[in-house]
């Protein structure tokens, strides 16, 4: 169910809604999320063209700097023009409570020291089979290059997703951008990615943008980043097209924003 349609921008030239905001409400998570579409800037001057689709979670912090930037660098032919989904909540401080229950998977055991009760699958359909359909109706997409962009839980998240993609032999996204990803979480339980993806046969290829920043947490946050990295260039493992950019002077939050761009700009420009 999708209520309270409220469009906002303007196309410079045209006058025509650039932007649009509405709830929809996910029947596997039993809860209403807050949507924002944003178009690429010249959607409605080429009528016939179809655009990739980049979702972006923590939708409250990170969308309002990364809407503008993805216009901006169109206008720069810096990233080609870009459908921006942004997935939210009611609030911030919501956000930032819910995006535990939405985000992990499984379930959190006493040595993570959080509570967790593992809604990441069904957060993941509700990306896959409620939201990416009515997106697929109402615009022109390519079905073909979506990426989803997540950081921290999030970013664990996207690889959850890649996970989850590849052991339900789907191809809902052709790229996936984790930044600081909490891979400690659940003994290491995404370390199970690399036999998943060796033993399965992608008929098509994905990337993956891995990230992470020297001024984090060593033993949590850095090692783990690089020991996936390592497992992931198994040469075994076919059809996966991994980058790792390991940032110099930045702490976790500096991480984020940064790692949108580049790995936006990794996986679409080399591929225009």
Avoid at 28 to 46: A, C, H, K, M
């Amino acid at each position: 169910m999708i209520t309270a349609c409220n469009h906002i921008d303007k196309s410079e030239n045209t006058g025509i809604d650039l932007k649009s905001d509405y709830s929809i409400y996910s029947k596997n998570v039993r809860d209403s999320f807050y949507i924002s579409v944003q178009l690429p800037l010249e959607y409605q001057e080429q009528p016939k063209k179809k655009y990739p689709v980049v979702v972006l979670t923590d939708a409250n912090f990170y969308s309002p700097m990364l809407a503008p930037i993805l216009h901006q660098y169109e206008r720069g032919g810096l990233l080609p023009p870009l459908i921006l989904v942004s997935i939210g909540y009611k609030s911030f401080s919501l956000m930032d409570s819910l995006r535990v229950r939405d985000f992990m998977f499984p379930a959190s055991i006493p040595s993570d020291e959080m509570e967790a009760i593992g809604g990441g699958q069904k957060f993941y359909h509700f990306i896959t089979d409620e939201l990416l359909p009515k997106i697929d109706s109402s615009y022109r997409v390519d079905r073909d290059r979506r990426t989803l962009l997540g950081h921290s839980f999030g970013g664990y998240l996207s690889l959850l997703a890649l996970l989850t993609q590849v052991e339900n032999r789907r191809n809902d996204f052709s790229g996936f951008v984790s930044a600081s990803p909490s891979i400690w979480y659940n003994d290491y339980y995404l370390f199970k990615l690399s036999q998943v993806l060796k033993a399965s046969a992608l008929k098509d290829s994905v990337n993956v943008f891995l990230s992470v920043g020297d001024k984090e947490e060593p033993k949590w946050s850095v090692q783990p980043v690089k020991d996936l990295s390592k497992q992931l260039a198994d040469p075994e493992i076919k059809k996966v097209i991994t980058d790792v950019e390991i940032y110099s002077h930045l702490d976790h939050m500096d991480v984020g924003l940064v790692s949108f761009i580049k790995g936006l700009e990794k996986i679409y420009n080399h591929r225009n």
